[in-house]
C-alpha cells in the first residue's frame, strides 16, 4: 500500500492565458511543477493518491479562454479524478475511491431540497478546494461524497477517472429531463467529451430513439456505435437545414414530430440555435452545455408548443455509484474513450486538445 509523502507534487497553474482588450496582446499562460506541503487533514478528510486526472474542456477554459476560478492561482486545476486513499479517517485507508467534481456543502436550501448539484458553496477540485486540484500526486477532500470502486475487472482506475463529471453530468441531466424508456431524444453535440456519454447514458436508461448531431464524421460514425440510432452531419449547415433533415429522418422512419427531449451540449451559438429549431410540441430542451453566447428565440413558441427549457449543472455525489454501476457493468463503455499519458505532458497535451478537440479523453497519470 503507498504511503504517505513528504511532499505534494503537483502542476499548478501560475497564470491563465490574459487577453488584453485594449493592446489585443496575449500573455500565454503558465503551467509550472511545484512541490507543496502535505496539509493537515481535518476531521472528515482524507488525502487520495491520485491515480489519473481527466483533461476536460473547462480546465482548458480556465487557461486559454478568461473563465475565472474561484480560488486564485496559483492553483492546481483538474476535476476528474480517480485513486486510493492513504491517510485520514481510517476506514478509508487503502480504498479506491472516483471524487465527485462536484461537492454540495449539505447546509444549505439547496441541498436540504435535492438540489445540491446547484449548491453555491460547493468545492470543486481544480477550482474551489483551496489551491488543490487533480494534476498532482495527491489530494486532500472531504470523505463523505466519495464513491468507492469495488470490483473493477481489467478496467485501469486511472480510466475511471472519467465517471466524474463527463459520464455523471448526463446522468444528472437525464434527471433533469425526466428521461423515461421509450423516450425519443436528440442530441446536440454527441461526439464531445460530455456528448458521447450522454448518447450512451440516454440509451441505457431505455430512450427509444437517439438522433446525434455533430460535425466530425469520424466521431459521428463512432456514436452510431454507441448509442445513436441516426446522426445528422451539420458541418456547414443551419439550423433550418438540419431541422428540414432531422424532419425527414421521423417521416422515413414512423417517429413522432412530438415528446421530443433535447440535450443541447456544445454551450455554443450554433448548436442552441439547432436545439432551439428542433424544440417542437411538448418538446423539452435540456441545456448541458456552457457558453456565454447571446442566442435569440421567439419565447411564444413555448408557450404554443406547451414546451419547456432548463438548465442542468454538474451531478449529484448520491448518483455516482449508479453511474460506475453503469460503466463497470458495461452498459457505458469508456474503454474506447479513454486514453492516457504521463502528467508530465501535461502542457504539450493542454496545448494539443486546446488546438483540436481529441478523438478519446486523455487522462493523465502521475508521473511527474
Ligand atoms: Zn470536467
Ligand atoms: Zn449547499
Same mark, same amino acid.
Given at each position: 500500500m503507498s504511503a504517505i509523502p513528504e511532499k505534494i507534487q503537483t502542476w499548478q497553474m501560475v497564470q491563465p492565458t +490574459? %487577453?488584453? =482588450?485594449?493592446?489585443? &496582446?496575449? $500573455?500565454?499562460g503558465k503551467l509550472e511543477k511545484t512541490e507543496i506541503p502535505v496539509p #493537515?487533514?481535518?476531521k472528515g478528510e482524507v488525502l487520495v493518491e491520485v491515480a489519473g486526472c481527466g483533461v476536460c474542456h473547462t480546465d482548458l477554459g480556465y487557461f486559454y479562454d478568461g473563465v475565472p476560478t474561484v480560488s486564485k492561482p496559483p492553483l492546481t486545476l483538474g476535476h476528474e479524478i480517480s485513486g486510493t486513499v492513504v491517510a485520514g479517517e481510517e476506514a478509508w485507508i487503502g480504498k479506491e475511491v472516483i471524487i465527485p467534481a462536484v461537492m454540495p456543502c449539505r447546509q444549505c436550501i439547496l441541498c436540504k431540497t435535492g438540489r445540491g448539484n446547484r449548491c453555491l458553496s460547493q468545492k470543486m477540485p481544480g477550482n474551489s478546494i483551496g489551491l488543490y486540484g487533480g494534476f498532482s500526486s495527491h489530494i486532500p477532500v472531504p470523505v463523505i461524497d466519495l464513491c468507492e470502486v469495488k470490483e473493477r475487472g481489467d478496467i485501469p482506475l486511472s480510466h475511471l477517472a472519467v465517471v466524474a463529471d463527463a459520464a455523471t453530468t448526463p446522468y444528472q441531466a437525464a434527471k433533469r429531463a425526466d428521461l423515461q424508456p421509450g423516450d425519443n431524444v436528440v442530441i446536440v453535440g454527441i461526439t464531445g467529451g460530455v456528448g458521447q456519454y450522454m448518447g450512451q447514458m440516454a440509451k441505457a436508461l431505455g430512450a427509444?430513439? *437517439? +438522433?446525434? !448531431?455533430?460535425?466530425n464524421q469520424e466521431k459521428l #460514425?463512432?456514436?452510431?456505435?454507441?448509442?445513436?440510432? @441516426?446522426? !445528422?452531419?451539420s458541418t456547414d449547415k443551419d439550423a433550418r437545414t438540419v431541422s428540414k433533415e432531422f424532419r425527414g429522418i421521423c417521416k422515413e422512419n414512423g417517429l413522432p414530430n412530438t415528446g421530443w427531449k433535447i440535450f443541447e451540449i456544445t454551450g455554443v451559438k450554433p448548436g442552441?440555435? *439547432?436545439?432551439? $429549431?428542433?424544440?417542437? %410540441?411538448?418538446?423539452?430542451l435540456i441545456v448541458v452545455g456552457f457558453g456565454l453566447a447571446k442566442t435569440e428565440y421567439a419565447m411564444g413558441r413555448l408557450m404554443a408548443f406547451?414546451?419547456?427549457?432548463?438548465?442542468?449543472?454538474?451531478?449529484?455525489? &448520491?448518483?455516482?455509484? *449508479?453511474?460506475? #454501476?453503469?460503466?463497470?457493468?458495461? =452498459?457505458?463503455? !469508456?474503454?474506447? %474513450?479513454? &486514453?492516457?499519458?504521463?502528467?508530465?505532458? *501535461?502542457?504539450? $497535451? @493542454?496545448?494539443?486538445?486546446?488546438?483540436?478537440?481529441?478523438?478519446? =479523453? !486523455? +487522462?493523465?497519470?502521475? #508521473? @511527474?
Open positions: +490574459v %487577453f488584453d =482588450r485594449e493592446t489585443k &496582446e496575449t $500573455t500565454p #493537515d487533514l481535518d427509444k430513439t *437517439i +438522433v446525434g !448531431i455533430a460535425r #460514425d463512432r456514436a452510431l456505435k454507441f448509442g445513436a440510432d @441516426f446522426v !445528422i452531419n442552441q440555435e *439547432i436545439a432551439l $429549431t428542433l424544440l417542437g %410540441f411538448t418538446g423539452k406547451d414546451a419547456e427549457i432548463i438548465g442542468t449543472w454538474g451531478c449529484l455525489p &448520491e448518483y455516482y455509484p *449508479i453511474v460506475l #454501476d453503469m460503466v463497470l457493468s458495461g =452498459r457505458i463503455n !469508456i474503454e474506447e %474513450f479513454v &486514453e492516457t499519458r504521463p502528467m508530465s505532458s *501535461i502542457e504539450d $497535451t @493542454f496545448a494539443e486538445a486546446h488546438k483540436t478537440p481529441p478523438m478519446k =479523453r !486523455i +487522462v493523465l497519470t502521475p #508521473d @511527474f
